[in-house]
């Protein structure tokens, strides 16, 4: 599982993708929460991270399958993954080590926007007046957030060999199970407890209850499920392909 960890991240870092996703990803949101006028931290009346935090879901949204859709489209393509099956590792090896370096560079990413944060913290009228509570619950939200796309993302990729497919497959999927099911909910005529429960299959509800700095075990454990799911989805397509 180490090696194949390691291979990716070799392989992501040995091309200028990787580098430009990353680099896109930092520019994207530092215009929305800098310099745009009506998203910028500067035009607050409070320090607050608040719109950072409502922003770069939908930024992973698109980030995490440009990450992830080359883990098993390429080797498909290539057939290099029938190589990968003759070595002494277990397919759950496989895919783990894959979903750990794309799990690895979101977090890569996702490390220098804590430069926003020293900075809001410094420029408050009172330097530390910021919720740091909350902040802290966001981003073990981003993170969590950050695994559940990445097990979407490399179970789309092992669907397909065309790494666009498993693109725009992963960014429907992402999409889907982070708001879809809160739209789902406003707009079915069921009982209330129905909607309940259709919102919370839904990511948002439990990104944004963490989001608030309240670190409910059920969301976590929610967080695990989904993300447990995605992996033994990704098993499950990668045993049928043996068939």
Same mark, same amino acid.
């Given at each position: ?9 070799? $392989? /992501? ?5 990787? *580098? ?11 215009? /929305?929460?800098?310099?745009? !006028? ?5 035009? *607050?009346? =409070? ?5 950072? /935090?409502? %922003?770069? !879901? ?6 995490? !399958? ?7 489209? #390429? ?12 070595? !002494? ?23 220098? $926007? ?17 919720? %740091? ?22 179970? $789309?990729?092992? &669907? ?8 725009? &497959? ?12 809160? =739209? ?14 259709? #919102? ?6 439990? =990104? ?16 695990? %499920?989904? $993300?447990? /799911? ?14």
């Amino acid at each position: 599982m180490l090696s194949i960890f390691i291979k990716e991240l070799n $392989t /992501f870092f040995s091309s200028l993708i990787g *580098y430009i996703t990353m680099g896109v990803f930092l520019l994207v949101t530092g215009l /929305f929460n800098w310099v745009f !006028p009506d998203t910028s931290l500067l035009s *607050y009346q =409070y320090a607050s991270l608040d719109y950072f /935090f409502d %922003t770069v !879901p939908w930024i992973l949204i698109f980030l995490v !399958p440009a990450i992830s859709m080359r883990s098993f489209a #390429e080797e498909i393509s290539t057939g290099t993954i029938e190589l990968l099956a003759t070595r !002494p590792l277990s397919d759950m090896q496989i895919i783990l080590g894959k979903f750990l370096a794309v799990f690895a560079l979101v977090l890569i990413c996702l490390l220098p $926007t804590l430069i926003y944060y020293f900075s809001v913290y410094q420029l408050g009228a009172e330097v530390g007046n910021i919720d %740091t509570g909350a902040t802290n619950g966001s981003y073990i939200g981003l993170i969590l957030l950050g695994a559940a796309f990445s097990a979407i993302g490399v179970f $789309t990729s092992s &669907l397909t060999s065309n790494q666009i497919v498993a693109f725009l &497959l992963a960014v429907f999927l992402c999409f889907f199970c982070y708001i879809g099911f809160d =739209y789902l909910s406003r707009v079915s005529q069921f009982y209330a407890w129905i909607d309940d429960v259709i #919102e919370n299959i839904g990511i948002f509800s439990h =990104y944004d209850s963490i989001s608030r700095g309240v670190l409910d075990t059920r969301d976590l454990v929610y967080f695990l %499920t989904f $993300t447990t /799911f995605f992996i033994l989805m990704t098993k499950t397509s990668l045993e049928l392909r043996k068939i």
